[in-house]
């Protein structure tokens, strides 16, 4: 009786090790699980002004985008890193927080001012609350 006891115990122990191991795995996600929907960028310019000696000229002194994106996974994202190209200048912005699945997000983000109109946006890689994780191949 006690050499069942024990080997139950011992299967039981297996039993509970492996679905451990089971709940730790990575999700593979085949497709990009965040979609930016749209995005758009502004620039802020300072004027030309009139000065001793002549006008100083215009010169940009910021730029703003805004991006608006969806989490179309099944579990909440926490972190999101986009890519912003304009000709051979990329910048890496990452946005924090819980973006729930479904839920349309807009968030402005201050960029340099090399990038105008021209500039496109994609998603580099999303960090989920279960742990897993996704990013561009």
Do not use: C
């Amino acid at each position: 009786m006690n050499k069942l006891l024990f080997i139950s115990a011992a299967v039981a122990a297996i039993a509970a090790n492996a679905a451990t191991t089971a709940s730790a795995q990575t999700v593979a996600y085949t497709q990009n699980p965040v979609h930016v929907v749209r995005y758009s960028v502004q620039s802020a310019y300072l004027p030309s002004m009139p000065v001793w000696g002549g006008t100083s000229p215009g010169v940009a002194s910021y730029s703003e985008l805004a991006i608006t994106f969806v989490n179309t996974g099944a579990v909440p994202a926490t972190a999101v890193r986009f890519a912003v190209h304009t000709g051979t200048t990329t910048e890496i912005i990452a946005d924090n927080g819980t973006f729930s699945p479904g839920t349309g997000i807009t968030h402005d983000f201050p960029i340099g001012s090399a990038f105008g109109g021209a500039a496109t946006v994609e998603v580099q890689s999303v960090t989920f609350a279960d742990g897993t994780s996704w990013s561009r191949g």
